[in-house]
């Protein structure tokens, strides 16, 4: 055999002992794992008879150790695997097995094991629902576990989501210790959490065991959270509730609130994370609840031991953990630089030296929670210094501290420290220990001022008292700020006391007024145009009630130097000042006292008082002025507050000074100014109506104003010499103006007792009068002075050229005064009484009657002078002339109704009817003049002459045109009996140049002459002097118009008898030849009148013949003058001359 085959047969014979060998190997560990199968399988059965266990693989490796490959437990077959082992390696005791069939587990260990911790929508885990090990007494081996992962998982419910955590590379061993006693060392990364060591002890004899653990820089975040909420039930809802207590709370909704007390006090407040709804979305419908992102980032070094000591006893834990570096960024405030440490165990928690900051603001936190039994007890401080207090924070506050930041409206920096403090039975006690404003601003909801700066403490007493002790700065000015507030809720009792000087008034101010009732103020003081610095001392007062607010009480509110422009009175005052009180709990006026002011150098000071109760607003003003200047300043004022005040100073022009004593001013906005002034006194002032633009200086007056109505109590004042005086004292309205009167009538004028003395009727008088009554005063033409006394009313008419009507009562006092009414009147003394005076704006009646002492027409001087006149509109009657168409009518209040003018003159009676038309360019008239039994003697006195003797009648008419006395015409006779006429000039001349001896006592027995007026004369017709010895006939004239200078001429014809010398008369040859008469011829003046004899006139003789044998002599009236003169009339012809 070569060596070749040699070598290929023996290695054929290697390979088949090989494949042998392997067969037979292959053989033996077939049936070795099988037996293995069933011997783990078995001891399976023995230990968890009821779990579904299913092992991919079982076999002893070349170790002798048993090696299970895909082990797997589940619920169901349907359900995904509880746990998961891909290698399981168990070291068993080689020879027993082998020997004895009997599987001794001296170690096992598990590589990358796989729990899935499944929480089931009833809130369950799944492995709770694998049946628990049957015990076992015999010992249990070491256990390692390598690489291995717990996947933590959650069924979706409504409130999460489908949520799994896993903890990785968990590297741990438990090493029997005893009998059945294991010591546990370990390791695992939990995901978002970090590195966890573990260390502790389990008897499994006795049931203790003890689990010691600590993490370095674990990671706490938002994911820690959702890894907290995966492991506490419920957990979500409380951080959800705790989210939600950072957003504001919708008003009314229940579900966002809860109850907490203050010393007895129970009241809601926003909801906590111990005590949130089930339901938060409030339907079953509603979306999962997600965990809100705080911003929390820290890092945390935990350690923590957790253990039992014995079976069914409560576990004992006890937890230390410092946290570092953390922030929380979703907060209100958010926090950094957290740092903290925390002990707890199962009776206490405790946290330490808890400080965080934002910015300068940092928060420190201390405190513990301790079980006493059944109850937990509490007691934490909270300090907070340099905190930022804003608006952002009012949604997170309890309910009642939410009110006072909505009274408040505080911010800025300030230090808190808190203690909470609870029993575990009674209501929490929240004690503010202090609260320290450092630099913080407060806007206080009754009065909106921003007060600034605000440095001071708030203490809480014994009970539920605050007491308030601070300063601060409103307008860079000191504010003191001290009260209390007590048991803070919905009968929560406060006083806050405010005192600050020398404020300012402006929009800051006056925006501060918000509230209703100091709406209305503002409103107000924005009209009143208030500037000016306050002193103030006010007080915010709640009483303890529901529903009660807080009240702003003023106890004084001192105002200087100021200023005050009220917009519906525009009358600026300086330097003003005053104070104000207001009392909400009393008759709740706003006060104002000790008000001063100035407007340039006139003072004005007073008091007021403004309601602004049941909706409506009303300033009443009581103020007094001295020396306010009547100027376009106070004419703006007043015509803004009453336009039709303008028609004071358009009808009456008014200038001076005036004083008010307590005048009343109430406004309501909306509505004019209602103006009362019971005491008014005009002084140095000047006044000039526009109807009677006939200026007054110098006037004095003390007035009341009402309403529209301006009374005059007294009135003075001057024109020159002329005074004026009314006289208001009398009746209640017995003197006004009153504007407006009516919508036809824009004023009215009444005076009762109107007095005008030494008036003169000059031409700025004249120039005064409407143009028809300027005509009346251009008829009568009076001179020299008058007083005038009236009972005038006088009212506007809605006329374009401001006319105006009156109604009067008057009395003229003439003193020696010159007029004309026709014919001149000289020297007239006495009254004209105006009973009825009428002006209708365009023409003037009235009626009344004349009581004259004294008067001088045509020369001859009249006493006792009375009768009627009346003025219809141009036409002015006197007396009671019959010739009218109409005769004039005199109502029953006239005196002399219906009565001539009547009068005396040298002691006889003299009735008088005249007409007076006044024309703007002519006037014309007629009187009509009746003389009885007047006193020749009497005259002849006045006239210095002696041995003149007669009874006078006479009647005249005159008619004429103007007011020259040239154009007068008329006709009249007169007659005296006896007519002693000796030492009349002209009859002196004349008896003197016809040598007549003078006879004894009369010269003629009665005289009798019928004349015409004409150009200023008298021109007598006829003349007839009938004496014992000698007859006088004639005719000429006499002149009384000015500028004639009593011119007389005058033929005079006697027949000659016994008066010749030596008898020559009686001669026959004599008396045929002259037929007895002789001419005589007068002229001259009156004064001076020449007589001389002239040839005679035949044909004029023969006339004057002829007339006398015409005439028929009047009948002379008798003695006494019963009733109106009626001579009868004269049956003449007048011859031409």
């Known amino acids: 055999m070569t060596v070749r085959k040699t070598f290929q047969w023996a290695l054929f014979m290697v390979l088949g ?47 002798g150790d048993v090696r299970l490959l895909n082990v797997s437990v589940r619920l ?67 256990i390692e576990i390598h690489r291995g992962t717990v996947v933590v998982g959650f069924t979706p419910t409504a409130e999460m989501p489908a949520t799994e955590m896993q903890c990785r590379n968990i590297d741990a061993r438990l090493t029997a210790s005893g009998f059945r006693r294991f010591d546990l060392e370990g390791r695992t990364d939990i995901q978002h959490a970090g590195a966890l060591e573990l260390n502790g002890e389990f008897d499994l004899n006795t049931g203790e065991w003890q689990i010691r653990g600590g993490a370095h820089d674990a990671r706490a975040d938002r994911e820690s959270l959702e890894l907290a909420n995966a492991l506490v039930p419920g957990l979500n809802r409380r951080i959800a509730g705790l989210a939600a207590s950072t957003r504001p709370a919708e008003p009314g909704n229940p579900s966002t609130q809860a109850n907490i007390t203050f010393t007895g006090q129970e009241r809601t ?63 209100v405030v958010p926090l950094y630089g957290l740092n903290a440490k925390i002990f707890a165990d199962a009776n206490q928690l405790v946290i330490e030296h808890l400080r965080a900051a934002n910015g300068e603001s940092e928060l420190f936190v201390k405190g513990r929670l301790e079980r006493n039994g059944v109850l937990l007890e509490k007691d934490f401080t909270i300090e907070a210094t340099r905190l930022e207090l804003d608006r952002q924070l009012r949604p997170h506050l309890p309910p009642d501290w939410e009110r006072l930041y909505k009274l408040l409206s505080p911010a800025g920096e300030f230090n808190l420290n808190v203690r909470i403090a609870h029993d575990g039975h009674n209501t929490p006690q929240i004690t503010l220990e202090e609260f320290t404003a450092l630099d913080c601003s407060l806007l206080h909801q009754a009065f909106q001022y921003p007060i600034n700066g605000i440095a001071g403490t708030v203490r809480q007493q014994e009970g539920n008292r605050f ?97 005050v422009n009220f917009v519906n009175f525009p009358y600026q005052l300086t330097d003003f000042s005053g104070r104000m009180e207001y009392d909400p709990f009393g008759d709740r006026l706003w006060h104002f006292r000790d008000l001063k002011g100035m407007h340039g150098t006139s003072p004005v000071f007073g008091e007021a008082r403004f309601a602004t109760q049941q909706g409506a607003a009303a300033l009443d003003m009581e103020l007094t002025a001295r020396q306010i200047p009547i100027d376009q300043q106070l004419r703006l004022a007043c015509i803004t507050a009453n336009p039709d005040l303008d028609m004071i100073w ?23 100014l209602r103006i009362t002034a019971p005491e008014v006194k005009l002084t140095d002032g000047r006044i000039t109506l526009a109807s009677l633009p006939y200026p007054w200086d110098r006037v004095q007056a003390r007035m009341s104003w009402a309403g529209n109505r301006l009374t005059i109590r007294q009135l003075e004042g001057a024109h020159g010499q002329t005074r004026l005086t009314i006289d208001g004292t009398g009746a209640r309205d017995a003197a006004y103006v009153e504007i407006p009167h009516s919508e036809t009538n824009p004023w009215r004028a009444h005076f009762d007792d109107l007095h005008v003395a030494r008036l003169i009727a000059n031409e700025e008088f004249r120039q005064a009068l409407p143009e028809v009554q300027r005509d009346i005063l251009d008829a009568l033409t009076p001179s020299g002075e008058l007083d005038l006394q009236l009972a005038l009313d006088m009212k506007g008419l809605d006329h374009p050229d401001g006319w105006f009507t009156a109604h009067w009562r008057s009395t003229t006092t003439l003193r020696g005064n010159d007029l004309s009414a026709g014919l001149r009147y000289e020297n007239v003394t006495g009254q004209i009484e105006v009973v009825d005076g009428v002006w209708y704006g365009d023409r003037v009646s009235l009626e009344g009657f004349v009581n004259l002492k004294e008067l001088t027409v045509l020369g001859f001087p009249f006493r006792d002078v009375h009768g009627p006149f009346r003025i219809d509109g141009s036409d002015v009657y006197v007396g009671s002339p019959q010739w009218v168409n109409a005769p004039v009518e005199y109502s029953r209040t006239t005196p002399y109704a219906n009565q001539q003018l ?40 006045d006239q210095q002459l002696r041995q003149v003797q007669g009874t006078v009648n006479a009647e005249m008419t005159l008619s004429g045109h103007g007011y020259s006395d040239r154009n007068v015409q008329g006709s ?76 007389v001429r005058l033929d005079l014809f006697t027949q000659s008898g016994d008066q010749l010398p030596l008898g020559v008369g009686r001669l026959p040859v004599v008396g045929s030849l002259f037929d007895n008469w002789v001419h005589v011829q007068v002229t001259g003046t009156l004064s001076n009148p020449r007589a001389d004899t002239r040839p005679l006139p035949i044909e004029m003789l023969r006339g004057l013949l002829q007339t006398l044998e015409a005439v028929t002599l009047p009948i002379a009236p008798n003695p006494g003058y019963p009733g109106r003169m009626t001579p009868r009339p004269l049956n003449r012809s007048v011859p031409g001359r």
């Open 17 to 63: 002992t090989a494949v042998c060998a392997a067969g037979g190997i292959y053989w033996l560990t077939t049936r070795t794992d099988e037996f293995l199968r069933g011997a783990v399988e078995a001891k399976f059965d023995e230990i968890v008879p009821d779990w579904n266990i299913q092992i991919g693989r079982v076999h002893l490796d070349h170790h």
């Open 76 to 142: 169901d077959d349907r359900s995904r695997p509880v746990i998961e082992v891909p290698e399981l390696l168990v070291s068993v005791d080689r020879s027993l097995l082998l020997e004895q069939q009997c599987i001794v587990v001296h170690r096992v260990e598990v590589v990358q094991p796989t729990l899935r911790a499944m929480r089931l929508a009833d809130g369950t885990w799944n492995w709770q629902h694998l049946p628990p090990p049957r015990p076992q007494d015999k010992a249990l081996p070491d």
């Open 269 to 331: 407040q926003t909801a906590s994370v111990d005590d949130v709804p089930p339901d938060p979305a409030g339907t079953t419908g509603s979306p999962q609840l997600q965990i809100p992102d705080f911003g929390i980032r820290a890092a945390v070094d935990v350690a923590f031991e957790i253990g039992q000591a014995r079976k069914g006893s409560p576990p004992d834990f006890r937890l230390a953990a410092q946290i570092r570096d953390g922030q929380i960024t979703a907060l």
């Open 467 to 563: 007491v308030v002790d601070m300063t601060g700065k409103a307008s860079g000015r000191p504010v003191l700020i001290s009260g209390y507030l007590q048991n803070p809720g919905p009968e929560m009792d406060g006083q806050l006391k405010v005192s600050a000087e020398g404020v300012p008034i402006d929009e800051t101010f006056l925006n501060a007024l918000q509230t209703p009732p100091l709406q209305k103020v503002r409103a107000v003081a924005r009209d009143l145009n208030v500037t000016g610095l306050v002193d103030i001392d006010a007080e915010f007062i709640r009483r303890p009630e529901p529903d009660e607010k807080f009240r702003l009480k003023i106890n004084n509110l001192s105002l200087r130097d100021g200023s």
């Open 650 to 672: 358009t009808q009456l022009y008014p200038s001076g000074s005036l004083d008010v004593e307590n005048a009343r001013v109430i406004w309501i906005p909306g509505e004019p």
């Open 902 to 941: 009547i009068g005396t003159t040298y002691g006889g009676r003299l009735g008088l009817d005249a007409v007076t038309r006044i024309g703007a360019e002519d006037t014309q008239y007629r009187v009509d003049m009746k003389l009885q039994n007047a006193s020749l003697t009497s005259w002849a006195q």
């Open 972 to 1047: 009249g006779w007169v007659q005296i009996v006896p007519a002693a006429l000796y030492e009349l000039p002209v009859i002196a001349q004349t008896l003197s140049i016809l040598q007549f001896r003078q006879p004894d006592k009369t010269a003629f027995r009665y005289a009798y002459g019928e004349f015409t007026v004409h150009d200023g004369l008298f021109d007598f017709s006829l003349i007839d002097l009938v004496g014992e010895a000698i007859r006088l006939v004639g005719r000429g004239y006499v002149a009384y118009a000015v500028g004639l200078n009593q011119e």
